[in-house]
């Protein structure tokens, strides 16, 4: 019971992370959903017994039954591992898979999750550098697209180099182009605006041609 307690806090706890950072940059309903199915008993009975606290049970379940039965049930329901885009066929795929481009609110989520696990487990020796540290060990092993690499790659460096607060504003306005509900207002303002201007010099335009 004392390892499911602190299992349930730490995947609770991950995903308090997860949701802030989403809802910082506009993923309300992915910060809300993230890693749902680590309630489930397929995942939640086997963290419990192999919780360690300082690492993912998922790594302990592989030294013991050489597989993770959890992770293989996570990672085809939710869509922020790059593991859900990983395609297969045996004729029209050379070499029988290949991973696919993810799409950008995934990906962000993914960062989000790495983040979130960086804190999680490194607690109050985390810094800004650290999820690229881990992603840079994995770094060109095929298992991720070319363009979603790189983009993951650009988002742990930003972070790393200019922290939390311009890194999400710098996804929350050009990549997601999520903006703030002031911001849209001065726009629809700016636009209307615009529309005026325009309408007033088409209709000196139409006098003039009129003279």
């Not at 997860?18 to 809802?23: L, R, T």
């Not at 985390?126 to 991720?144: A, H, I, N, V």
């Amino acid at each position: 019971m004392v390892k499911a307690w602190e299992h349930f806090k730490t995947i609770t706890y991950h995903r308090y992370l997860v949701a802030k950072g989403c809802f910082a940059v506009g993923l309300y309903l992915q910060g809300l959903t993230h890693d749902l199915s680590k309630y489930s008993p397929s995942e939640f009975i086997v963290g419990a017994r192999y919780y360690q606290g300082d690492r993912s049970p998922n790594n302990a379940e592989r030294e013991v039954i050489g597989y993770s039965s959890a992770w293989l049930h996570h990672k085809g329901r939710n869509k922020h591992h790059y593991e859900y885009w990983i395609d297969y066929s045996t004729h029209e795929i050379p070499g029988g898979f290949t991973p696919a481009k993810m799409p950008r609110r995934y990906v962000v989520e993914m960062f989000m999750d790495r983040i979130a696990a960086s804190k999680v487990y490194n607690g109050k020796d985390y810094k800004d550098s650290d999820p690229l540290t881990y992603f840079s060990k994995g770094k060109g092993r095929g298992f991720l697209h070319p363009t979603t690499e790189k983009f993951l790659e650009m988002l742990l460096m930003m972070l790393a180099r200019y922290g939390e607060e311009k890194t999400f504003a710098f996804i929350r306005e050009h990549v997601l182009k999520q903006k703030s509900p002031a911001r849209r207002m001065r726009d629809r303002r700016m636009r209307k605006c615009v529309k005026r201007a325009f309408k007033r010099t088409l209709k000196q335009a139409q006098r003039d041609a009129a003279l």
